[in-house]
């Protein structure tokens, strides 16, 4: 909120001083009847602020209990820019009437120009709005005061007041900043677009914030860079390289920001823009980094609005969420009516285990029955949004503050949650109802697009995705997607060079090297000690989908049992994490291992993968006829799949029913014909079977089998009586 801020300084000019006339300056009656103040009226009028000055001083001396004395000294402070005198004696005299409108109103407005004055500067406005609630402009600098200390909940429950019947440019200035720092975009450019000036420096980082998170990326790095030509503040640079970043432009982007480093002065703007480009690029050591700087800034300044900041980016690297919780619970202690700081308690306890499901949904569902006005239930919205793939179990939550609060991003989440839970055609009305009111965002093509994807409708996904591609080539979630779908319709090769597409842009993005290394690993492009060292290096970077599918990737190692708990903390039902922790637990526990594996059954039995975690397990055990009985279960509901089929067939060859184990194969092979390893099978089976002639042929099909081939027919050779000639000597 430092751009934000910066913003509302007395450069403002009109704005303030408008607020600071609104309510009447001139001294009472009584007030005449003191030379003194007489005095220093005159020479308050005349402009001749150094004989005010002292004038006033000594009329506080003799009588400090005149309201007028202080107001006056006050004033004539504030004339020469003696902010903080000006500030000590408004206070003083609101101290002596605390019901003076002139000084509450003054208070108000010197309250934007240091942080450290907001909170009284909010109180003084509250006292004025309790008895008249209809001063638009006293609202409007109480929602600016409330932004700049990141209570957006609050400062857009003012805003939402003021701006219908209110088109005032600074007023909505304001407000525009507000809404793309609070994350409501949409809302941020439309109130840019009715601003009808040209945009203050201070307020451009917002502006450019606002056109890049609408779709708009370019046009805000055009208008970044020339301000940044006429001003070149830290604030306007850190989001010039942010806006970069976001267009793929990782390197220009670092070097954009290489002009604040090593200045104390800038490490907060620094810290901004590196826990941004950190999030776009998934690059852990720039959120490192980040985090590093906020404790610098810390440790001179630990306002609650800065330990929040920096909770928030802290929150995003498992090594450092205990600190993050830490920063929280003292924020907590200070302001304990906050209800956004609970929430984000409850979210990282359960991200570190300290929670289960059930008890995060319900301490979330305890904090909105708590909520005792609309504006705690935007807090609780405003907190829960930030958050990727809620828990489903708190839909009726997230419901419920839709229907309350006017923040269109909660019907995305209630889709993500009713997608979860199958409920295919509720969420594409909730995709709609977002969409329609925030048609530039490509999240809502991007859920459609997963939504395509479950429901089976592959080449639609696959179509989605590319469509949104070619409005924008860099769309990172769009490449991530589009890999999914090629590895889904059997195309590695393909989804490996999606992944090299990112990681030409993005060399460290976490997500693509995990990704890529899964792959690489299933398609014997990369061996398990090499799969393994990656996963190593990237695992403590957040938790993108493709971390998930690498530790589901590699066998089961019980060195990597907390590794399976901290992910399946975040993500209960990932099944195949669940699955390799299962397997270790088996090592030593069987029966406890099966325990395991029903429960995951019994919470998600229209999920096929949980069958293939019972019929793996069961496999590991010796327990053929449950395994059989798993997949053949898996089978019973989806004929055609594949995996299941070739598992089924594995199965019934450890029973030597080969006849059965072939037929099963050759299925396999009749829905993916270019897969080399059933083909081996097959060549296995063909062995077994004393089949020598019939496995060689299969096995010429097969690219790299030549030395295999030669062995077969060395043993073929021998069995006849013959003794190859290279080993006749």
């Not at 060195?559 to 993500?571: E, G, Q, V």
Request: negative net charge.
């Amino acid at each position: 909120m430092q751009n934000l801020r910066k913003s509302g300084s007395r450069k403002v000019g009109k704005w303030t001083i408008a607020l600071f006339l609104a309510g009447s300056i001139a001294l009472p009656a009584a007030a005449q009847t003191t030379p003194l103040i007489r005095q220093g009226n005159d020479y308050l009028n005349r402009g001749w602020i150094d004989r005010a000055i002292p004038t006033f001083q000594r009329a506080t001396q003799q009588n400090p209990q005149s309201i007028e004395a202080w107001l006056g000294l006050a004033q004539s402070y504030q004339r020469v820019g003696q902010d903080a005198n000006a500030w000590q004696a408004y206070n003083r005299a609101a101290a002596i009437d605390p019901q003076n409108v002139t000084a509450l109103r003054a208070i108000g407005t010197l309250a934007s120009y240091r942080p450290e004055w907001n909170v009284a500067g909010i109180e003084a406005l509250t006292a004025i709005l309790n008895r008249s609630p209809n001063e638009a402009a006293v609202r409007a600098q109480r929602a600016l005061l409330y932004g700049y200390q990141g209570l957006f909940a609050e400062s857009i429950a003012d805003y939402e007041i003021v701006l219908p019947n209110n088109s005032m440019p600074e007023i909505l200035l304001g407000a525009a900043q507000v809404y793309a720092y609070s994350g409501s975009y949409s809302q941020s450019a439309d109130l840019f677009d009715r601003y009808q000036g040209v945009i203050p420096t201070a307020a451009i980082p917002a502006y450019g914030l606002a056109l890049q998170e609408t779709g708009q990326v370019e046009q805000a790095i055009a208008v970044l860079s020339e301000r940044l030509q006429t001003s070149p503040t830290p604030e306007i640079r850190a989001a010039l390289a942010v806006a970069y970043a976001t267009n793929q432009q990782v390197d220009r982007s670092l070097q954009t920001l290489e002009p604040l480093r090593n200045r104390t002065e800038d490490q907060l703007p620094l810290a901004r823009a590196l826990g941004a480009i950190a999030r776009e690029t998934n690059n852990a050591s720039l959120t490192a980094e980040a985090i590093d700087l906020y404790r610098q800034a810390l440790g001179r300044d630990a306002n609650p609005a800065l330990m929040v900041e920096a909770a928030d980016v802290m929150s995003e690297l498992p090594a450092t969420r205990p600190e993050a919780l830490q920063l929280y619970g003292e924020v907590a202690r200070i302001q304990s009516q906050d209800l956004r700081i609970q929430v984000r308690q409850l979210v990282l306890s359960a991200q570190l285990g300290q929670l289960d499901r059930s008890q995060f949904a319900e301490g979330v569902t305890a904090l909105l029955r708590s909520a005792g006005n609309a504006t705690d239930r935007r807090s609780i919205a405003l907190a829960l949004i930030r958050f990727d793939n809620p828990d489903p179990q708190l839909l009726p939550v997230y419901r419920s503050l839709a229907a309350e609060v006017d923040e269109p991003f909660l019907q995305f989440r209630i889709a993500q949650m009713l997608i979860v839970q199958g409920d295919y055609a509720a969420a594409r009305q909730a995709i709609a109802i977002y969409a329609d009111r925030n048609s530039a965002d490509p999240a809502s093509d991007l859920l459609l697009a997963d939504l395509d994807r479950r429901e089976g409708n592959l080449d639609a996904s696959r179509q989605r995705y590319q469509a949104i591609l070619d409005r924008d080539s860099t769309n990172l979630a769009a490449q991530r997607g589009l890999a999914g779908i090629l590895v889904a319709q059997g195309d590695s090769a393909g989804a490996i060079a999606v992944y090299d597409e990112i990681l030409a842009a993005r060399p460290d993005d976490a997500a693509a090297q995990l990704g890529r290394a899964t792959l690489a690993y299933q398609t014997d492009r990369l061996s398990q000690a090499e799969a393994e060292s990656i996963l190593d290096r990237w695992q403590s970077s957040g938790e993108p989908p493709e971390l998930f599918s690498l530790v589901a990737a590699l066998p089961p190692d019980a060195s990597r049992l907390a590794l399976y708990d901290r992910l399946l903390a975040i993500d209960p039902n990932a099944i195949g994490v669940a699955s390799r922790r299962i397997q270790v637990i088996a090592l030593q526990d069987s029966d406890r291992a099966l325990a395991e594996v029903n429960d995951l059954i019994a919470r998600n039995p229209q999920d096929s993968t949980v069958y293939f975690v019972q019929g793996e397990l069961a496999q590991q055990l010796g327990d053929l006829e449950l395994a059989s009985q798993a997949y053949t279960t898996l089978l019973d509901r989806q004929p055609d799949n594949a995996d299941a089929i070739a598992a089924l067939g594995g199965v019934r060859f450890q029973q030597r029913n080969y006849e059965e184990a072939t037929a099963l194969y050759q299925q396999v092979l009749s829905l993916r014909p270019g897969d080399r390893q059933v083909r081996q099978i097959l060549a296995d089976l063909s062995l077994v079977q004393d089949q020598p002639l019939s496995a060689i042929d299969q096995l010429r099909e097969i690219d790299g089998t030549e030395t295999r081939i030669r062995r077969i027919q060395v043993d073929l050779l021998r069995r006849r009586g013959f003794q190859p000639s290279w080993e006749r000597y």
